[in-house]
Structures are given as structure tokens and as C-alpha cells.
């Protein structure tokens, strides 16, 4: 199995960018697609984001298209999220997870979790 460690959150103005980072270790990291998500409160978890196994693929969530982008280092073990013109409805506890299978949006899809990350943007 994976082990997940997200880091790179905090308190951001609005239109600001924050750059999310995940660490993985554990087993060999490129055998899994990975996604992010995110959970504000009273909400449900929601996709954000996925990548594929070579990072060729990806996959956005449309409220954060064209502002958000997700990318990997295999070498690295790492997954990030570059978040730019952050919103206040950004604000969340964003989480990365991996699956041994395709990427998928569906967060039940997922076998594996980080701990989380708080964003917040305020207006």
C-alpha cells in the first residue's frame, strides 16, 4: 500500500495561488492514478482533480478548470496542485488519494488517503 502526506496549504486573498503538494511512500508510487479532492464543511467530498499513472492524462473538476493544474514526478513520488485567482468558494480541506486503477472522479474509487490540507481564500 501507499502512504499519503499532503502539504502547501494555508490562508490566501482572493485571486491568490497556493501550490499543494502530496508525498507518497511506500509502494512504487507509479503504479497508481492519482486524484485530489476536497471537502468544505457540511458538504460532501468532491473531485478536484486526477492524473494518470505517467501523468499524461488528466482530468478537471469544471468549477476549477483553467485555474487549477495537476501534475507528477514519478522520480519524486510526488503529486501537485497548482491553484491560481483562488475563490472563496476554494475554501476547503483538500485531500489527494490514489487508486490502483484508471483515474476516476468518484472518491469511492480511491484506496488510499492523505490526512488533508485546509485552504482558505478570503474575500
Known amino acids: 500500500q501507499v502512504q499519503l502526506v499532503e502539504s502547501g496549504g494555508g490562508l490566501v486573498q482572493t485571486g491568490g495561488s497556493l501550490r499543494l503538494s502530496c508525498a507518497a511512500s511506500g509502494r512504487t508510487f507509479s503504479i497508481y492514478a492519482m486524484g485530489w479532492f476536497r471537502q468544505a464543511p457540511g458538504e460532501e467530498r468532491e473531485f478536484v482533480s486526477s492524473?494518470?499513472?505517467?501523468?499524461?492524462?488528466?482530468d478537471y473538476a469544471n468549477s476549477v478548470k483553467g485555474r487549477f493544474t495537476i501534475s507528477r514526478d514519478n522520480a519524486k513520488n510526488t503529486v501537485t496542485l497548482q491553484m491560481n485567482s483562488l475563490k472563496p468558494e476554494d475554501t476547503a480541506v483538500y485531500f489527494c488519494?490514489?487508486?490502483?486503477?484508471?483515474?476516476?472522479?468518484?472518491?469511492?474509487?480511491?484506496?488510499?488517503w492523505g490526512q488533508g490540507t485546509q485552504v482558505t481564500v478570503s474575500s
Open positions: 488519494a490514489a487508486t490502483e486503477g484508471r483515474r476516476t472522479p468518484r472518491p469511492g474509487d480511491y484506496a488510499y
Open positions: 492524473i494518470s499513472r505517467s501523468g499524461g492524462l488528466t
